[in-house]
């Protein structure tokens, strides 16, 4: 058996924490000689409690491990130790960091500038739209996005950067052969492309919900800064900000409709001292990184591409396809609203919203709503 082995199985037993494994590998010296002493002399020396020495007398580990290496093998996954060189110096940083991970995809990408991106998985049109919008952004500025792969927030966040060519991380609450949510799986196998997917869990793990608070502090802890997109009063998102500050990490909370459900949490963080961001740079300049020497600098050329966008856009509109974008926001708006407030009819705008849809500056959505796609 390696090091490596033995620090898998130690890994993979659920009553033994991470800062527990740390102790009995100082005090005998590697994860090889800890499995060699029986469980009942480490609980006799007071080392592990009851519990954890039922666990480790219980777990069976020739079995466990010649699965685990052959699934590793199948899936092309890796394993990165706490003492390994690509073992990221941010996560090292945070109390209870992973003795390990699982990586599928290319682990150097997480020692990149990196921003973590979290919020609800039952997000509005505009926490969506935003999500996206930032992870672009910051993706655009070479800032690594990372984020939990869950439905919602994480999926558009990753989407972003994904749709600008940058480089994103998936932490996830399950192994790496359990992809959650599974319409994800194509989402899964294109972060790997470009970056990395992780999991400190072993390769079977199911997505428990035990396992996602956990994650959360992987999340914040790869990153310099956390941004919570939009979150519920009570939300994982919320754990992950607060787990972001005990690690000395930035939060950032995106000001929201301040009668939608979906944005009382994060306006309750703008309350608690969490810098409000209405766009990429008010994140860039609170952080510690190259970027801000470029930032000037990138700001002019950004301001330069809105300026050019816009004048290539508006004036293909006609009179009616200008009104109707301006009235439009990132909020669902009914047709009978929007057509009151035009002050035309229903059939008039009909025709009209279709040639903006056609142009891709409008989207539908279910129930007769329509929100800006641009």
Not at 118 to 126: F, I, M
Not at 167 to 183: D, M
């Amino acid at each position: 058996m390696t090091e490596r082995d033995a620090l898998l199985i130690l890994n993979a037993i659920n009553s033994l924490g991470n800062g527990c494994i740390r102790k009995l590998i100082a005090h005998f010296g590697s994860a090889q000689d800890v499995l060699n002493v029986n469980p009942q002399q480490l609980l006799k020396d007071n080392l592990i409690t009851p519990k954890m020495a039922k666990g480790m007398a219980d777990f069976s580990h020739q079995e466990f491990i010649q699965k685990e290496n052959s699934l590793i093998e199948k899936y092309c996954a890796r394993v990165v130790a706490y003492d390994d060189a690509d073992y990221p110096e941010l996560l090292k940083q945070i109390p209870d960091a992973p003795i390990l991970f699982y990586a599928k995809g290319d682990v150097q990408r997480i020692q990149s500038l990196s921003v973590s991106m979290v919020g609800s998985r039952k997000a509005s049109t505009y926490g969506l739209r935003m999500a996206e919008q930032f992870a672009a952004d910051l993706a655009r500025f070479g800032i690594t996005v990372i984020s939990g792969m869950a439905r919602g927030i994480d999926t558009l966040a990753h989407q972003g950067a994904l749709g600008v060519k940058g480089v994103t991380v998936a932490v996830l609450g399950s192994g790496l052969t359990n992809i959650y949510p599974k319409e994800n799986a194509k989402l899964f196998h294109n972060i790997v492309q470009t970056g990395v997917v992780i999991s400190e869990f072993p390769m079977q793990m199911a997505p428990i919900a035990y396992n996602f608070p956990r994650r959360n502090r992987i999340i914040s802890g790869l990153a310099l800064g956390v941004l919570v997109v939009e979150a519920f009063e009570r939300s994982g998102a919320l754990i992950t900000s607060r787990m972001a500050l005990e690690q000395g990490r930035e939060v950032f909370a995106l000001p929201g409709n301040i009668n939608a459900v979906q944005a009382k949490g994060t306006n309750a963080l703008i309350k608690q001292g969490a810098k409000l961001v209405t766009c990429v740079e008010d994140i860039l300049e609170e952080l510690n990184t190259p970027m801000k020497q470029c930032l000037a600098q990138e700001k002019t050329i950004n301001n330069r591409e809105k300026s050019k966008k816009t004048v290539e856009f508006l004036p293909d509109l006609s009179s009616e396809e200008s009104k109707i974008y301006d009235v439009l926001g990132f909020d669902p708006t009914h047709i009978d609203e929007l057509a009151h407030q035009c002050a035309m009819s229903v059939m008039e705008l009909s025709s009209v919203v279709l040639g903006l849809e056609l142009k891709r500056l409008i989207k539908p959505l279910p129930g007769k709503l329509y929100v800006k796609s641009r």
